[in-house]
Each structure stands twice: as C-alpha cells, then as structure tokens.
C-alpha cells in the first residue's frame, strides 16, 4: 500500500478542469521535500509532466500545473482533451525505512 | 536530447535471475542518477533502487536489498540491474529513468521498459 494516497479515478468532460490529489505525511511531503508527477499512457514510458512541485519541463502544455501545502499536493489540468487520459502519479522522497523514493498508487483519468 | 535504450524482454523460471540494461546516450553519465521502477500487471509505480555511476555505489529500496543489484559500466554508458531468486510477482514491467543526482530529484527521462516474465 503507497504512504502516497491518491484517488484512484477522476473523470471531467473535455475542456473542463479537474484536480488530482497526493496525501502524504510528516516523512515525505510534510517534510519540505519535492513533489514530482508523471502521466504514464498503457504501452509507453512514463513522462515527466512537473517537478518540484509547480515546474513544468519543456513541451508540457501549461494546462498542467502543481502545487503542495502541508503534507498534500495537487496536479491540476484544465482545459481537458481527449489524449490527456491516462494513469498519474505523484513520487516524493521519504526519511523512513532508510530514504525511499515513492510513489502514490497512481489516478486514472477519464475524459468523458 | 538524452536517450536511454533497454534490453529486450526476459521469460525467466522462479528462483532464477534475470539481468537488464540500460544503455544511455546524448547526455552526462557519471554524474546524473540511473534509477530502476517497475510496473507490475495492474499495479502502481515502485521504485527498486538507483547508482549514480561516479560514486559506484548504489541505494536500494529495503524491500529489494537482499535481491536487487545495480552497478554502472562507465565505458559504455550502461546501467544494470539484476534482481535474483525471481519469484511470480516478478513478472513486471522495468524502466530505467535518469535524473539529477539528488534522492529528492524527480526522474526526468526514462527507458522504454523491459518486460520481464517470471513463469515455469
């Protein structure tokens, strides 16, 4: 079970917004460290759609956005299409059982 | 552009082990981390360890040290990881995913996945 706790769906109608949530706890997220997510489409390699919280790396659309407070983080995508449908997950470093890098369980996104 | 190119997909018996590649290209090596996910049928994200190829040595997730290993071929630019005494649940999809050398970095590329399937 992921210390990473996201819905396991959401869904929106296209050109709508819909937000993604990530809670964690006092070992990762809670302790200052950063969020990062990525959109992973079955059959391909998941991709980087923002680091450190609220960056976007080059060629992701600014329809995605983050943000963190506490011990939580959102991803947030407006203006839904169609190809944005896919599986997104949070990753954050925690200072329990050694240092890991983790995961959240992943949302599916269905745009209806 | 930085690519990082996998070995092809393993059928591995359990109790066995199963070795995989990651050749990277167009991009630093010795000083970015190399990290190892993998995906199970079904299943989340989980990350198994990484090496940044400078410093030799590798970090695992407690959950893999006793079976995981990860080492660095500087000459050619290549990272492994072999994982032994495979069991079913196993059988997962390995990506190789490089980033800033810093355990608090986010994976910025990735490799194409390497299926591996544990079976009798």
């Known amino acids: 079970q992921s210390v990473l706790t996201q819905p396991p769906s959401v869904s929106g109608a296209p050109g709508q917004r819909v937000t993604i949530s990530c809670t964690g706890s006092s070992s990762n997220i809670g302790a200052g460290y950063d969020v990062h997510w990525y959109q992973l489409v079955p059959g391909t390699a998941p991709r980087l759609l923002i680091y450190g919280n609220n960056n976007r790396p080059s060629g992701v659309p600014d329809r995605f956005s983050g943000s963190k407070s506490g011990t939580s983080a959102s991803l947030a995508i407006t203006g839904l299409q169609a190809d944005d449908e896919a599986v997104f997950f949070c990753q954050c470093y925690d200072n329990s059982l050694g240092g890991s890098r983790l995961f959240g369980g992943g949302t599916r996104l269905t745009v209806l | 552009q930085v690519q990082l190119v996998q070995s092809g997909a393993e059928v591995k018996k359990p109790g066995s082990s199963v070795k995989v590649s990651c050749k990277t290209s167009?991009?630093?090596?010795?000083?970015?981390?190399i990290n190892w996910v993998r995906q199970a049928p079904g299943q989340g994200l989980e990350w198994m360890g990484g090496?940044?190829?400078?410093?030799?040595?590798?970090d695992y997730a407690q959950k893999f040290r006793d079976r995981v290993t990860i080492t660095a071929d500087e000459t050619t630019s290549t990272v492994y990881i072999e994982l032994s005494s495979l069991r079913y649940e196993d059988t997962a999809l390995y990506f190789c995913?490089?980033?800033?050398?810093?355990?608090?970095?986010?994976?910025?590329?990735w490799g194409q996945g390497t299926l591996v399937t544990v079976s009798s």
């Open positions: 995913a490089r980033g800033v050398a810093a355990a608090t970095a986010s994976f910025d590329d």
């Open positions: 167009g991009g630093a090596f010795s000083t970015y981390a």
């Open positions: 090496i940044i190829p400078i410093f030799v040595t590798a």
